[in-house]
């Protein structure tokens, strides 16, 4: 095990942490202009020392109801992998306790379960967190799906086309949003 893989971690974010401005408030603290919680921040500021794109072999879907989005659904994903669906995700290498204090932030009554994703090339753990695949669909916010659009424009430079096709099969939102009101939340970013 190197020095690295003890100390560090790839959080593997997939809802509104795949922004930057958003995500780095957990780090920081403070509340991300379009939604989400009031967070105090981690007790290490140091900011993430690398991030990158990540498919994530689990399904996407949105649940529950979250009073810092407009009490409107929330991304997780499935507990189990598919051969199906995937997910597009970021990874942010952050220490273990800066993981740790973000999970605390996140709500761990609202993502309860660690799933490990594997490792990376220096044995760097790779981990997210979700809740039951077995949750009732929700309809999330525009603003949250815009946070997301934001999130995917910034890290794989996706088109609106293809961020509307992406999201639109998704649980809560598919028979929600179409693909022409995708567009629009997407392009008013």
């Not at 529950?64 to 009490?71: I, P, T």
């Not at 997210?128 to 603003?143: A, V």
């Not at 961020?163 to 639109?168: D, L, P």
Request: charged fraction near 25%; include cysteine.
């Amino acid at each position: 095990m190197t020095s690295e893989s003890s100390k560090y971690v790839w959080y593997a974010s997939y809802g509104s942490n795949l922004f930057r401005d958003r995500f780095l408030c957990y780090i920081e603290g403070g509340k991300f202009r379009l939604g989400g919680s009031d967070a105090k921040g981690c007790t290490d500021t140091t900011l993430p020392i690398e991030d990158r794109p990540f498919i994530i072999s689990h399904s996407l879907f949105f649940a529950m109801k979250s009073g810092s989005w407009q009490n409107e659904g929330i991304a997780f994903i499935s507990s189990q992998p598919t051969e199906k669906e995937f997910t597009y995700g970021r990874l942010w290498k952050v220490t273990k306790n800066q993981f740790d204090e973000i999970w605390e932030q996140e709500g761990k009554s609202t993502y309860p379960k660690k799933i490990d994703l594997g490792s990376d090339e220096g044995g760097v753990p790779i981990w997210t967190i979700t809740n039951n695949s077995d949750l009732s669909f929700s309809k999330p916010s525009k603003e949250y799906v815009k946070t997301i659009s934001l999130g995917l424009k910034e890290t794989y430079q996706l088109s609106n086309e293809t961020i509307s096709k992406y999201m639109v099969r998704k649980g809560g939102i598919h028979g929600n949003f179409t693909e022409k009101d995708l567009m629009k939340i997407c392009q008013s970013v």
